[in-house]
């Protein structure tokens, strides 16, 4: 076998569909990876970490009657991908069988290859010397601009992945995905007073990603960003309007509706919007899109991991849900037509609906409308990471937040939690503003840890709760 | 490359000689092979029966400079290990001057005995059916419970290795197995509520699935009777695993690793500050009874070790790699990982009352009538908590206790700073509870701000 995916690959794979499909499987699924990456890490003004990393494997899945068996291998070798298949149909109840009578599997279609005129990106990208050079033009820039640093990073992640999927319904499909993300973050502390700020940026499929980076203009972002919290209050903790920053400030929707609206949440029974296609679910102010196409998006895809190629699901319109995002599975069992969402953060897990590039779109008011609506409350200008729980409960911090007073911005505040229920919270986003914008993020759920795109106009909270002290 | 197949010598010699190829005198490397199984249920089906084997090894090496490089991979044929090498030595050259790791000087020390004994597994189609009994059971403890949407049953075989250069083979075989169940449950007209409970075990066989399911029904079927509670300031009581997960995010305080870079609120001059309350001491034992998942070394090879971290309140030790604990003039300590630069962290947390010290207080959560808040669980950790700030605000489940009657508390969260927590320490509790992340009584602390939506 070849060490590249290809063409070449294609009598292994379908000796492997055509025995799992005779052992009386509904459909064989083989997901091929290689990865190739890359992590620095600059303190100061010294690289002090450099991690290349090197991975293949497979992942196996067969389905009967709704269930799936699956199993993950290093061992690309024939005998290896064998041995998995047998155990993942030995699960089902299945007997690997050589008879040549596939229960349905009539060859494999043409090779779909996304990633032909890819092959050259790896050698494209950074070197180690360019990326070291960028990562320290960092650091030195947080040094110039910032004050009271004790400690300045950067850090640079380089992901280059090539996949082949194939599948007993004929599917067979080749791609090479490259994402990379670079991030500055400091900790200032003056006496007791302390502030930590970080910044991430990311795309896709752009090798020459990071010498178009901004640096001067990121460091300037992060630095004023500490300067500002260093020796903010602790937020007073109550229940008032918020106006959410876009960009970032997109994770409130990503975890407090777009986790609720995939059909892993439908089949566990967690979500409570799985009999509401067609309902408000939102305020009318909200139309939310999930998609894989926008050109070098952190979420962006050529085809997801099940071989299907990406679209644009708008989610909601007007604050109507008008659909889930959806993989195979998802369509198996919960009869929502696949997306192109079947995403997988390696050949170790199986896919699952997950969103892409998520974001409300953007609406009729400028920022300056929405926080000069409210009289006493918190504009969160940036946020940190948060979760949803398994009852629709979602938390997510503020990092640089600011009071409120009578439509006016003022002193920053520190220690904010905003915690609230999608089913309750989503009807309170009563202006979007037009200013969408969106921002590279990892999301972390049953499908491993995925590239995405979290994104937002200024949006008004009417009430949320907000923990603080 | 299988499973069976990870041999420490054979493994070894293959590296050597396709150093030698290379010209490295100098390196080391740890390598993990594992196969796993694990199965989860909806309503009586199978939903997802998962199986893998993985196998990966991390190399370093040392160049003529005497700088590090560091490469991973999942390729253990010769052709892997070679890329791999050839990466290493390519990291190497944006090795740090400034902090340049060695091989542990107790890499090849005796090792602590470990009595883990491996325990054979069932197999996948034993586990999907004690997982649907297990299910079922769970089901019909009450009628608000209707789902379970987060279980899971899964054994696993593992091995870990430690070489270098100069001789040091280090190996370690184990056999896990764990089990969770995570209800949901729901009353007429009222928010879903949900909680669970998790055991593990060194085999499926020893898993304990009765108390498991028990724990999870009694926890999910308390969070029932939910009601708001008022933003306030409260004496709040956390169970073991609520304390131990909030000390856990702070474990920077300890890490020498973390004091070197400047982002731990402790400093190279703390062993002897006051930390917390007098009657409080910490260790960190990776050889305690009750930790499954124990290692006899760490990922530079350093043999694993019971240290005491706070003593009376006052911070006595810092968790060490080789290159911190050569930085501090003292041994390592047995909690790195294996990089360029090396991570520390903790092990496993034992949380006691001082010898020979008390709080005063008679305080016990099963009995206290005057008002408090008992914490369950803490959520988010990695959104909340600003480990360099020492401050944290985090959503949790827990109770109003008010005359021995216990009230859910819908929707709350918890702030505060953890130096100013770990000095309103007004009571531990004498029973010592073991748990999936540590050992540690009920702890109680006074005036922590809880923000809530009545």
Request: charged share 20%.
């Amino acid at each position: 076998m070849t060490d590249t995916f290809s063409q070449a690959w294609s009598d292994s794979l379908q000796a492997l569909l055509q025995r799992g499909s005779s052992a009386g499987a509904d459909l064989v699924e083989i997901f091929l990876e290689r990865t190739d990456h890359i992590g620095l890490l600059a303190e100061q003004d010294r690289i002090t970490s450099v991690n290349p990393t090197f991975a293949k494997g497979a992942g196996i899945r067969v389905f009967l009657n709704g269930r799936d068996g699956f199993v993950s291998t290093n061992d690309l070798s024939q005998e290896g991908l064998t041995r998995s298949l047998d155990q993942a149909l030995a699960m089902l109840g299945l007997e690997a069988s050589d008879l040549s009578t596939a229960n349905g599997f009539e060859g494999l279609s043409p090779l779909r290859d996304y990633g032909h005129d890819k092959e050259t990106w790896l050698a494209t990208c950074p070197s180690m010397a360019d990326a070291s050079s960028r990562l320290l033009q960092g650091t030195a820039q947080l040094e110039r601009l910032g004050q009271h640093l004790q400690v300045r990073r950067g850090s640079y992640a380089r992901d280059w992945q090539e996949v082949l999927v194939a599948a007993s319904d004929g599917t067979f499909a080749r791609d090479i995905r490259l994402h990379q993300s670079t991030g500055l973050s400091v900790l200032a502390a003056d006496g007791d007073h302390r502030s930590s700020v970080g910044r991430r940026y990311g795309s896709s499929d752009r090798p020459d990603d990071l010498h178009t980076w901004d640096v001067e203009a990121s460091a300037a972002e992060v630095c004023q960003s500490a300067g500002k919290m260093l020796r903010a209050d602790y937020v007073e903790a109550g229940q008032m309007p918020v106006v959410l920053a876009n960009r970032f400030g997109g994770v409130i929707f990503h975890e407090a509706c777009g986790h609720l609206l995939e059909t892993t949440q439908i089949e566990r029974g967690t979500t409570p919007f799985s009999d509401k296609v067609g309902q408000s679910i939102a305020h009318s102010a909200v139309t939310a899109i999930d998609e894989g196409i926008s050109s070098g998006a952190f979420g962006s895809l050529a085809m997801d991991d099940e071989g299907m190629e990406p679209q644009r699901t708008v989610l909601i319109k007007d604050g109507v849900l008008q659909c889930f995002i959806s993989d195979r599975a998802g369509e198996l069992r919960t009869g929502h037509q696949r997306t192109g969402s079947g995403r997988r953060q390696s050949h170790s897990f199986a896919a699952a609906s997950r969103m892409r590039n998520t974001y409300i779109d953007a609406g009729p008011h400028t920022p300056e409308q929405l926080i000069s609506s409210v009289d006493n409350g918190l504009y969160c200008k940036a946020m940190g990471g948060g979760s949803v729980g398994p009852t629709g409960q979602f938390n997510f911090s503020v990092e640089e937040g600011y009071l409120i007073k009578d439509g006016q911005l003022g002193r920053p505040v520190k220690g904010a939690t905003l915690i609230g229920d999608a089913k309750e919270v989503m009807p309170r986003i009563s202006m979007c503003a037009n200013d969408l914008d969106l921002a590279a993020g990892f999301c972390g759920s049953v499908s491993g840890s995925v590239f995405v795109t979290v994104g937002q106009p200024h949006i008004k909270v009417d009430t949320i709760t907000v923990g603080g002290r | 490359m299988t499973f069976q197949s990870l041999n420490a010598v054979q493994l070894r010699d293959r590296i050597q000689l396709l150093a030698q190829q290379a010209g490295v005198q100098h390196w080391d490397l740890g390598a993990a092979c594992s196969d796993d199984c694990s199965v989860q249920v909806d309503r009586g089906e199978a939903k997802q029966l998962k199986a893998s084997q993985r196998s990966s090894i991390t190399v370093r090496v040392w160049n003529s400079d005497g700088l590090v490089g560091i490469t991973s991979t999942t390729d253990l044929s010769d052709g892997g290990l070679q890329q791999a090498l050839d990466g290493a030595r390519q990291a190497s050259q944006y090795g740090n001057p400034d902090d340049v790791p060695q091989f542990s000087p107790l890499a090849t020390a005796p090792l602590p005995e470990l009595n883990r004994p491996l325990k054979s597994r069932q197999g996948i189609l034993p586990l999907l059916a004690r997982l649907r009994d297990a299910e079922a059971d769970l089901l019909g403890r009450h009628p608000a419970i209707q789902t379970v949407p987060y279980n899971g049953m899964a054994e696993s075989l593992s091995t870990s290795l430690y070489l270098n250069s100069d001789g040091a083979v280090r190996t370690m075989e184990r056999t896990q197995a764990s089990l969770y169940l995570y209800a949901k449950a729901e009353e007429q007209g009222r928010k879903p509520r949900s909680s669970g409970a998790v055991r593990l075990a060194l085999g499926s066989d020893e898993l304990d699935i009765p108390g498991c399911i028990k724990e999870a029904a009694e926890r999910t079927v308390s969070h029932l009777g939910y009601q708001p509670i008022e933003t306030g300031v409260y004496r709040v009581c956390f169970t073991p695993e609520a304390f131990l997960s909030l000390l856990g995010a702070f474990s920077s305080m300890f890490s020498a690793r973390a004091v070197l870079d400047g982002v731990s609120l402790s400093n190279r001059d703390s062993i002897g500050d006051s930390l917390a309350v007098p009657y409080l001491s910490l260790y960190d034992d990776g050889l305690h009874p009750g930790h499954l998942s124990a290692a006899p070394f760490d990922g530079e090879g350093t043999p694993t070790q019971k240290l005491c971290l706070i003593e009376a309140g006052k911070l006595r030790n810092f968790l060490h790699s080789e290159a911190t604990a050569r930085s501090f003039g003292v041994q390592p300590t047995g909690h790195a990982g294996l990089g360029a630069k090396v991570s520390v962290g903790p092990d496993w947390f034992v949380v006691q009352t001082s010898e020979g010290s008390s709080s005063g207080s008679a305080l016990n959560h099963t009995t206290c009538t005057d008002p408090f808040v008992l914490i369950e669980d803490l959520s988010a950790l990695h959104a909340g908590v600003k480990a360099t700030q020492g401050s944290f605000s985090l959503p949790f489940d827990g109770w109003l206790v008010k005359d021995g009657e216990r009230i859910s508390v819908e929707a709350a969260t918890v702030a505060g700073d953890i130096r100013s927590l770990m000095n309103s320490i007004v009571h531990l509790e004498q029973n010592l509870e073991i748990t999936t992340r540590g050992v540690a009584p009920h702890v109680w602390v006074d005036g922590l701000s809880i923000t809530g939506e009545a």
